[in-house]
């Protein structure tokens, strides 16, 4: 199968929105290669020249042949260089624009999209295969133009010098078609097997990476380790037969070529006897006859990179193909208090046997600091989730200052939000550079921060303080000092609301004093919304709502809860073991 194939051809019809831009540069490309192959028909003729004349006495000077011979390699190096030069300078900025597009489509899909996708696909899927499948289409263009329009100046060179015995040595390019692409489907099939196995080895090594901690505590070394290097053998056999398939087109192209080559010097030799030709036109024809077979040669091995190619940019393409994330929204807020409120809302997964909400009706007055509690699966992480715009209601209103949550742009939205989620992610960067993440650095803002997270000592003993490279999501930080730089970023964001999502259950009672008592210091400033399974962290909150099976079932302050006697009194002598 070729590029004309129904599965691939779109496939490159796409991949050439990218290239489209810089189709100056690969111009430029082609005109510095193609005078670079005007000059290969030089070689036969100068053959031609010096045994149809050299021999003769006299007939000109034999020191004008190293002249001509370094003149004609220096400036056909020249040239080459250039070429190649201007068809990196495309190629490179080719790469760049599809990784960007990757990663756009990556940044706007839909969030359903993340349960799904692992993280080691993405990372290959946007980093390496651009790279790859440009490589692997950049040789086959080289080798076009390095060996292709060299190919068809030597052809007109040869039809000039004897039409007949070139147009008879054409015979074999229909077997040589045929052979290539019977060779090409076995590539294209064994391709895709091969791409899917090495994303499969990929998320393996990315899972041993994230889970190193679990793989030491259960000893499972040797578990992984077998799994692993059975899904590295079937890459290794997956490649093998790849390897295989595109290595059988040069052969089986030279032994077709090679029976076209004899007949055709066969007849030469027989009509140069007949015709009494001269032996300078004779070595001109056969010379410019092997440099043809020799750049045909070359040419022979284009279709099982460009289908392998091909096979690779269809499977990072479909991150271009991604669900994008919803945002019908046309208004935006200029002022938000942060009052918010949840009336019969309803909210089912998909696949879930029963729903996440089931009628929840919630308020959230601004100025506030209003506590959720309840067990895993009561509904208050999918409260954030609907806040943040992530999901939709089925049923029911969500609004933020009266105004619909599903009518506000996504990114004005949750521009009203600092968020901690219980799950800490943090990025590959200096400790200010985490804090103070997408907005404009504030150096009186990141102390304030850091200090009402109780972490501004810790900072400045670090080797290059706040400069100093936390490693990948804070790899080179304790739990404590994670969650603890997670709530200083939340702080430096100054949002109207903001959501703590288990934002200190892993910090010491120092810490979580230290934090609790920054956070008293906004209150009646901003909307606070505390998740919490550690009741001792709410107890100040200006209401608690105790969900259950995605309802209310029941609210008020501490004081007022205890008195009840009810659900959390009855959760407040369970974690103090009454």
Known sequence: MTTDSPELKPV??????????????????????????ATEPLIPHLIKTVFGQGFATNSFSVWWVPVVLIGLFALRGLLGFVGQYLLNWSV???????????????????????T??????????????????????TNPFISVLRDGLPAIAILGYLIMLNWQLT????????LMAFVMRRVATRVRRLGGIAYDAQLQLVNKVDDLTRAWRVVRSFDAADHERAQFNALAKQVQRNNLKSAAAAAMTQPLSQFVASWGLSLIVCLALLQARQANTGVGEFAAFITGLLLLTS?????????????????IARGCMSLLDMPVEPDKGRRELSDCKGEIQMKDVHLQYPDADRPALNGLTLNFAAGQTTALVGASGAGKSSIVHLLLGFGQADTGQVTIDGVEVSELRKGNLRRQFAVVSQDIVLFDASVADNIAYAQPR???KLEQALRAANLWDFALGLPQGLETIIGANGSKLSGGQRQRLA???????????WVFDEATSALDTESERAVQQALEQWQGRKTLIVIAHRLSTIRSADIIHVLGAGRVLESGPHTELLERDGAYAAMVRAQHGE
């Open 92 to 114: 490179t900025r080719v790469v760049l624009d599809f990784r960007c597009a990757l990663l756009d489509a990556l940044l706007k899909a839909d969030a359903r999209v993340f």
């Open 487 to 497: 709530i200083a970023r939340a702080l430096y964001r100054d949002a109207p609301i």
């Open 12 to 37: 490159a019809k796409r991949l050439m929105r990218f290239v489209k831009p810089y189709r100056t540069g690969l111009s430029l490309t082609l005109l510095v290669y193609a005078l670079a192959a």
């Open 442 to 444: 504030d150096e009186a």
């Open 167 to 174: 147009l008879l040595s054409m015979i074999t390019t229909p």
């Open 295 to 311: 750049r045909l040669r070359h040419l022979s091995d284009l279709m099982p990179p460009i289908t392998s190619a091909l096979v």
């Open 116 to 137: 799904s996708l692992q993280p080691g696909t993405a990372v290959t899927k946007v980093v390496n295969d651009p790279q790859q499948v440009m490589g692997m289409l």
